[in-house]
């Protein structure tokens, strides 16, 4: 079957929340590229670049967009008309031009292309003191100490290479101790869950609104090592689902968040009954202008902030129950 391939340009800052509107509108295949990234990984102090190929340094002045994939089907054509909704939705919004130009460029590619050509841009790369993120395709001879975290994401998010969660799992780095039970809410590819049962949580409890984020996560954590007495996977949402708040049950250490703002405010009143007493809260992806507005909701619900980690414009947040 043959896809249509589509390039949404927009600014560095909007990529995540555009990804998470493409999740949103059931588009789950795609690449982003961001000359900044690119920026990072030259930069990276801890690697050493003898080469890099001609295809890699042309990332380097790509202007910043997101690459989708939709069959070239009925369905497809119907994503696509919803996908050119949303955009002029957000268009006519964006009065200060946080989005960018959100213009979009189709074309055509051959599934076993799309299936395949993004992987060659996912290498192993550290995380904190203590992690190596690999996919699971790649080789990794001397981790040099650390614990190695195999993943691939599927067309789930949470690669750990988007500064949202590394934040969470440099945050989980000083939080987990041994023996924790940890929530993972809006839990992707599993990555946050599988760091922390790596860095010594006892037990992780997954969820996220897409069933194959779900089944994704399911197997990543699998992949490396952890069997169904360590992990438990659900698919809902916790706003809106009193039965998937029961399954899930209280009395866990950590619960994680890494989405959007807005559905972290409102996940803001559910997080006292999940925690146990001085359980800690790790929310991010939270953009620096949203920033305020997730600590009001957090402060409603007495959630005192101990700490707020900070990176190109993206925001950890780290809190603890209060009386």
């Not at 700490?307 to 993206?314: A, C, G």
Request: hydrophobic share 40%; glycine share 8%; proline share 2%.
């Amino acid at each position: 079957m043959d896809f249509k391939k589509i390039n949404v340009f927009t600014e560095s800052e909007a990529v995540y929340p555009l990804t998470m509107l493409l999740s949103e509108l059931g588009i789950n295949g795609f690449e982003i590229h961001d000359s900044a990234d690119f920026e990072d990984f030259l930069t990276n102090k801890e690697m050493n670049w003898d080469y890099i190929d001609d295809d890699l340094m042309g990332l380097k002045d790509v202007k910043t967009h997101i690459t989708l994939y939709l069959q070239e089907n009925s369905q497809g054509a119907e994503m696509f008309s919803a996908l050119k909704g949303a955009l002029e939705d957000i268009k006519n919004r964006d009065k200060d031009g946080f989005y960018g130009s959100l213009d979009i460029e189709t074309g055509s590619i051959r599934e076993e292309d799309w299936a395949n050509n993004w992987k060659q841009y996912y290498k192993p790369f550290n995380v904190g003191k203590k992690l190596l993120i690999k996919p699971t395709w790649e080789k990794v001879p001397d981790s040099g100490g650390r614990k190695i975290l195999e993943i691939d994401p599927a067309s789930s998010f949470g690669t750990g290479q988007h500064h949202t969660t590394k934040l969470v799992m440099e945050a989980l780095e000083s939080v987990i101790k041994g023996g924790e039970k940890v929530l993972d809410l809006g839990c992707g590819s599993g990555i946050l869950s599988i760091a922390a049962l790596l860095l010594g949580a006892e037990k992780a409890v997954m969820t996220d609104v897409f069933l194959n984020a779900v089944n994704t996560a399911s197997e990543n954590t699998e992949q490396n090592g952890f069997d169904k007495t360590r992990y438990e996977a659900y698919c809902g949402n916790i706003i809106d689902d009193h039965e998937l708040r029961e399954k899930i049950g209280f009395g866990y250490d950590v619960i994680t968040a890494n989405i959007v703002a807005d559905v972290i405010i409102k996940m803001c009143p559910y997080f006292r009954g999940f925690l146990k007493e001085n359980g800690t809260v790790i929310i991010s992806g939270i953009i620096t202008e949203r920033l305020e507005e997730v600590k009001e909701a957090l402060e409603r619900e007495k959630l005192a902030v101990e700490r707020i980690d900070e990176e190109e414009d993206w925001n950890a947040v780290i809190c603890r129950l209060s009386n």
